[in-house]
């Protein structure tokens, strides 16, 4: 496989008469835009606003953010399968990318109606907060839409999202036919034996089980969510949208996956440090420990099947998933495969041990902190002067029980704020890290 | 501890560990229609009984599906 | 130049060259300056530090009447008077090191400074928190000689009161005091590099080194089944239905008690789960799923069991950091006990 990626970066985005890019303006014609995704009869209201770095702006809820992409040569079209999109298999050929930017997912859809999952994340363009995302760099197209509430919850969310694709599809067009300024090819070219070879297993949350459906809405591989055992992917794949986000996490977007430093960097390393082989993407939040562990074995099994000496491992999730993220790692490490975790850190009160089951054979982990805003001392982000989106949103009394129903306040989203409960860089964006 | 992820309950110290079901339904599977659903939920609790009049030295797995033929139905989540 | 640190050495019998195995039943006994190691042990300290008396003690004794052994060590620091206190090195030796522990922390608990110095494995080392500043050493004797230069320099350091930096810039054993920390790079290239470190067989240090969960001594079995009361705790967030104690749905701060004395079985009507970390509708279909109060109250009929107790305990077992089950775990057992309950079923979802 190979795919050229060519890079379109934007500085500015602004409403204009055309949809159309030119020395890194984005001008996007609302209205077109808007009809776009007017004619999907299950959108009730939808409207597109902008938010630049700097700006004393705060969008919420943020469901997802998007990098547009487009496919301009080779089979399928970028973010394939979800919401019903064309499932050919990508990473072939010419992918046109707008960098610097974000299409933005604003809705008050939830993930879905069975508890214990809530949209939580809202972004800042200024200030502390901004700080700590990438997103506050990053020209904000918001896509502030709202479906027929009469829809059941994965209709709602499948008509949200597929509008922000909608819009994310519109303004990439904008470069299909152009040249881009920069380009980078991506092949899995053959490397010298003596290099070893490495996978990046990347361990992904299913909403299967705390919706009990298994098509609910979250992040997907070629627009599947429901648990799977591992998939086997080419980073092109990846580069081209199969795996989507989003989670219920800041670090778990669409465009943190299309833009995460680890798979970017293995890849750039391939033929000089070692042979990457691949992405191995295990759904995670099996129920069972005969199931855990079985996903654990079979993705061990797989790696070593491709020749893998090495592997790198994350995870975007909390909680039990943990079982067979670790249960994988330990699967590697007994096939010779030696691993490296990136992974952040629950409370390390009282010296206990801040992951949920430590392995001894686990024994090179880096971290990137403690993943609950309260541990980390978040303080709450001031106030703006302009909101995108809803204009109240739910936070506990208790702030450590933000997650959940916890909710017993109504605050204005333009106030002082608490963070949201997670933190958790998924994929190491940041230096933030903890010691002892 | 009665529970459906018993590894982890090993490795991080409980010394009597059942092994539950699910993690959604710990005691029983609904799957397996009333009266089989009863006599797996009795299963696990009479497990968990014996397991507390056993002398035990270190983390140790009580499996109410052991041996004999498994009530578990071969389903994927 | 300030005046040195007085010292105090601790040695076993051996490296007090009392005698060996066969001596290690030896009681508490001193001498001034330093015996053994201990004059290594001070040309490593240099003008820094003056051991001015080892205390020693055999193994056995250490091991057998740790009390008796502490007093005694005690009382001679409280005559020395030292700035601070060096234990060992112990090196692989597992009686040796657990003793070396012991008398730090009771130096620390005394007010003085003290460190130790054994490998990573020894028991000294792995039994429990670290509470002292242990140093890691080789596994024999043959590394005796850095094994002391690095314990004086850290007893000189903690002597003149020094707080040290985080374990793993200094050098010492991790005390599972982990904090916020910005290292300077990003995550992934630290991740890769650390990826290229492990491939090719060079060093690296973990970030987060392994914490063994605690053992819990196993409480000994229910003699007989049919006489024993039998409660029930859950973790799967077992509410009234409504939730009116409105318990939370994560982060538990407190556990939620309940009377089941008058039921025979939990029902949908009058219980469901509220957990964040589950499915929780098929519990709120048959809560007995979480707590099998049906099926205990059919064994209690039955004679199989004798007594159901009539308290259960539920909370959400989710998000909740370890120190906070911890105490949860304690008080709902120290209840359990005063109400003279023979055994637990705790169900975990």
């Known amino acids: ?436 | 501890m009665i529970s459906a992820i018993y590894n982890f309950a090993l490795t991080t110290g409980a010394n009597r560990v059942v092994r539950g079901a699910r993690i959604e339904h710990v005691c029983g599977d609904p799957s397996l229609g009333p009266e089989k659903d009863h006599a797996y939920g009795m299963r696990i609790v009479t497990t968990a009984l014996d397991a507390v009049a056993t002398p035990v030295s270190r983390p140790t797995l009580f499996d109410p599906l052991a041996p004999g033929p498994a009530l578990e139905p071969a389903h994927a989540s | 130049m300030s005046r040195p640190l007085r010292a105090v050495h601790y040695v076993n019998q051996f490296f007090a060259g009392i005698g060996g195995e066969d001596k290690a039943d030896v009681g508490v006994s001193t001498r001034d300056g330093h015996v053994g190691p201990g004059r290594p042990l001070q040309q490593a300290l240099g003008d820094e530090a003056e051991i001015v008396a080892t205390i020693i003690c055999g193994d056995n004794f250490m091991s057998e009447q740790p009390e008796a052994a502490l007093a005694e060590i005690g009382a001679a620091l409280s005559r020395f008077a030292p700035d601070v206190v060096l234990a060992g090195p112990a090196f692989g030796a597992g009686r040796y090191g657990l003793a070396c522990e012991h008398v730090c922390r009771h130096a620390r608990a005394l007010g003085i400074a003290a460190v130790t110095a054994m490998h990573p494995d020894n028991p000294g080392a792995t039994s429990g928190k670290r509470e002292v500043v242990i140093v890691p050493t080789g596994e024999s004797v043959t590394s005796m000689q850095p094994a002391l230069e690095r314990l004086a320099r850290f007893a000189v350091r903690l002597g003149r009161g020094e707080e040290l930096g985080p374990a793993e810039l200094e050098g010492y054993l991790p005390q599972g005091r982990r904090r916020s920390y910005d290292r300077g790079r990003p995550g992934w290239e630290r991740a890769l590099d650390m990826l290229q470190a492990k491939l090719h067989g060079r060093s690296f240090t973990t970030e987060v080194p392994y914490n063994a969960p605690d053992q819990v001594r196993p409480a000994p079995p229910i003699a007989d089944l049919t006489r024993a009361t039998i409660a029930m705790v859950t973790t799967g967030g077992l509410v009234r239905k409504g939730n009116p104690e409105k318990q939370s749905a994560a982060n538990a701060a407190r556990y939620h008690r309940h009377s089941v004395a008058s039921l025979e079985s939990l029902t949908p009507e009058q219980w469901e789960a509220y957990h964040a970390g589950y499915f929780n509708h098929i519990v709120n279909k048959n809560p007995n799923y979480i707590l099998p109060l049906s099926f205990l109250r059919e064994l209690e009929s039955s004679g199989r069991v004798g007594r159901v107790h009539e308290q259960i305990y539920a909370l959400p077992g989710v998000s909740t950091p370890v120190a906070a089950a911890r105490e949860l775990g304690r008080a709902i057992a120290e209840d359990l006990k005063q109400a003279g309950v023979d055994g637990a079923l705790l169900v975990a979802t």
């Open chain 1, 1 to 436: 496989m190979r795919l050229e990626l060519g890079t379109f970066p934007v500085t500015e985005v602004a409403f204009g008469s055309r949809t159309r890019y030119e020395r890194s303006r984005l001008e996007v014609d609302r209205e077109a835009a808007l009809a776009a995704v007017r004619e999907d009869p299950r959108i009730v209201t939808v409207d597109l606003e902008i938010a630049g770095p700097g700006e004393s702006v705060r969008i919420w809820p943020v469901r997802d953010v998007i990098e547009p992409r487009v496919k301009v040569e080779g089979p399928g079209i970028c973010y394939p399968g979800i919401c019903g999109r064309d499932i050919t298999t990508v990473g072939e050929g010419r992918t046109h990318r707008l960098a610097g930017m974000g299409v933005v997912e604003v809705s008050s859809v939830n993930w879905h109606d069975s508890g214990g999952d809530f949209v939580e994340t809202y972004l800042d363009m200024s200030g502390q907060f901004a700080d700590m995302y990438p997103y506050g760099r990053l020209q904000n197209l918001c896509v502030v839409v709202e479906p027929d509430p009469a829809l059941g919850d994965e209709s709602r969310n499948d008509a949200v999202h597929r509008a922000a694709l909608t819009v994310s599809d519109h303004v990439a067009a904008a470069v299909r036919h152009l040249t881009p300024p920069e380009r980078e090819v991506f092949t899995l070219d053959p490397v010298p034996r003596d290099l070893p070879r490495v996978v990046y297993i990347w361990c992904v949350h299913s909403p299967q089980a705390m919706s009990g459906s298994p098509t609910a809405f979250c992040t997907a591989t070629y627009g599947l969510t429901q648990l799977t055992p591992p998939w086997l992917l080419h980073p092109n794949e990846i580069l081209d949208g199969a795996l989507t986000g989003p989670y219920r996490t800041a670090f778990a977007m669409s465009w943190t996956v299309a833009n995460n430093p680890v798979l970017l960097n293995l890849y750039r390393r391939h033929g000089k440090d070692w042979g990457f082989l691949g992405v191995i993407v295990l759904r995670t939040e099996w129920t069972t420990q005969t199931e855990k562990q079985l996903m654990g074995n079979q993705t061990a099994k797989l790696a070593s099947m491709l020749g893998a000496q090495g592997a790198v491992v994350t995870w975007d999730a909390g909680g039990n998933e943990f079982i067979e993220v670790v249960r994988s790692i330990q699967a590697c490490e007994r096939l010779g495969i030696k691993t490296v975790f990136l992974t952040s850190e629950d409370d390390a009160t009282d010296g206990a041990p801040t992951m949920l089951e430590p392995l001894p054979e686990a024994d090179a982990i880096v971290s990137t902190g403690f993943f609950k805003n309260t541990t980390l001392g978040v303080p709450d982000a001031p106030a703006v002067k302009r909101v995108i989106g809803l204009p109240y949103k739910m936070v506990s009394g208790d702030r450590r029980t933000g997650s959940g129903r916890g909710r017993d306040q109504q605050v204005a989203t333009m106030g002082p704020l608490p963070p949201p409960w997670r933190y958790d860089d998924h994929y190491g964006f940041g230096s933030l890290s903890c010691i002892e």
